[in-house]
């Protein structure tokens, strides 16, 4: 059953490729400049962590928010928590399992979410944590069955696709990797925050908010990539409130759209210390202005509810773009940061994102810290470990038992020193 959809699944990818005239040849990569991470709006150059603070990384968030992934509403909404149910016996008794649900309103209209944690029994204290949706419901994180289905999940399950059995995405989770390292691991069905699907807006998150009119949408106004990353931070807020967390320690993980969603979690959010993405791809990490793989105009055809609409006029016109996301990475500065490719990946352009993690360096060269030093890609499973990190691995599109410990290496060198 699970290789019938793969292949359909790659089929499906061939044909919208073959659509889509994507480039995948290297030799056809467009010359390009990429926009200054260290050169104003008004052309002074920026020299000192002071003046990137005060100065230009506003303007960087200011046009990320307004010309791609939306403006993210100042004003808050009510939430609240129930703790559903706690098990101090969790994974053959290595850990605590806790589900917590998460109830947004705004006082006339409700919506729930579902968090999973798993803490580590063994460690004593507060313990660092990892914190990231998953795809297909929580309870296909784990074959463990006390673990509850998503609230949306009649609204977006796929009928009879395998992966949103029970315990069909565990080779996403290392849990009991996770669990034996000493790390506490937070995760919620993305569905729960903003449905994947453009016309499932009303059970979004986004609903709740003041000023919410499905007939009118300003060119600025946010999207589902928004509400993900707007969701991460509220399952922060939430982290806050456990005596277990070490809050000075938290590390958002995002594969692929939860990959681009994680980098602008991480933009606006300096309560995550590392910040890391995995195969995210067009709108993640990768190159706009390369254009190999995924370009704007498809990924806008395709998914019309993830950007801001100001960001449809980038279509096939990515040169035209005042930022680029190297820039995206440089806002995570002095955090952490990692990005992950696979080699097959080549939708996701493995080599732009490696590229923007390269070209994020002098941000972090200001602070003193240490960038990755060559444009020159590092050699299958041979991560580069600074306070930028990356690495590639080989096989396709996924989250993999290799891609955690490359991350759990990369946080005990930064949270365990
Ligand atoms: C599609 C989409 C990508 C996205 C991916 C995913 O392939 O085109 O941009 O990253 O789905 O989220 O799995």
Not at 82 to 89: A, D, I, L, M, R
Not at 127 to 140: E, M
Not at 283 to 307: M, S, V
Not at 343 to 359: M, T, V
């Amino acid at each position: 059953m699970k290789t019938y959809f793969g292949l359909i699944t790659w089929l499906v990818t061939i044909c919208l490729c073959a659509q889509q005239n994507v480039n995948y040849d290297e030799s056809k990569v467009p010359a390009y400049v990429l926009p200054d991470l260290l050169q104003a709006n008004n052309g002074e150059k920026i020299t000192s962590t002071t003046q990137w603070e005060k100065q230009r990384r506003p303007e960087l968030l200011e046009l990320f928010a307004s010309q791609m992934y939306g403006r993210t509403p100042e004003g808050k909404i009510d939430v609240a928590y129930e703790t559903v149910t706690e098990n101090p016996n969790a994974m053959n008794g290595k850990a605590t399992s806790k589900q917590v649900r998460f109830i947004f309103s705004n006082g006339n209209k409700k919506i729930e979410a579902l968090l999973l944690m798993y803490i580590p029994n063994k460690t004593k204290g507060k313990v660092p944590v990892f914190v990231g949706y998953n795809f297909k419901g929580n309870h296909s994180t784990t074959l463990d069955t006390t673990v509850l289905y998503s609230p949306v999940f009649h609204l977006v399950k796929e009928p009879d696709h395998p992966d949103w059995e029970r315990g069909n995405q565990t080779s996403r989770w290392s849990y009991d990797n996770i669990i034996n390292r000493g790390y506490a691991v937070a995760t919620m069905c993305y569905h729960d925050i903003y449905p994947d699907k453009p016309e499932l807006r009303d059970h979004s998150i986004v609903s709740l908010f003041e000023g919410y009119d499905p007939e009118n949408i300003a060119p600025d106004e946010w999207q589902a990539i928004g509400a993900w990353a707007w969701g991460s931070s509220r399952i922060v807020d939430f982290l806050e409130t456990q005596e277990r967390i070490d809050c000075d320690k938290i590390a958002i993980m995002g594969h692929s759209r939860q990959g681009k969603a994680a980098l602008w979690a991480g933009a606006q959010d300096e309560r995550f210390r590392i910040v890391i993405s995995n195969d995210s791809g067009c709108g993640g990490a990768a190159l706009f202005r390369r254009k190999f793989g995924e370009t704007a105009a498809i990924i806008n055809k395709n998914f019309p509810h993830w950007f801001c609409e100001n960001f449809r006029q980038y279509n096939d016109k990515e040169e035209t773009l005042p930022v680029d996301q190297h820039q995206l990475i440089a806002l995570i500065a002095p955090r952490k940061v990692y990005v992950a490719s696979a080699q097959e990946d080549l939708w996701a352009d493995p080599r732009g994102e490696f590229l923007s993690a390269y070209h994020a360096g002098p941000v972090y060269r200001l602070y003193g810290l240490t960038a990755i030093e060559s444009d020159g890609m590092p050699d299958l499973h041979k991560p580069v470990m600074g306070d930028v990190g990356y690495h590639i691995r080989t096989g396709k599109h996924d989250v993999t038992e290799y891609d955690w410990e490359c991350y759990l290496d990369f946080a005990d060198r930064h949270f365990k020193n």
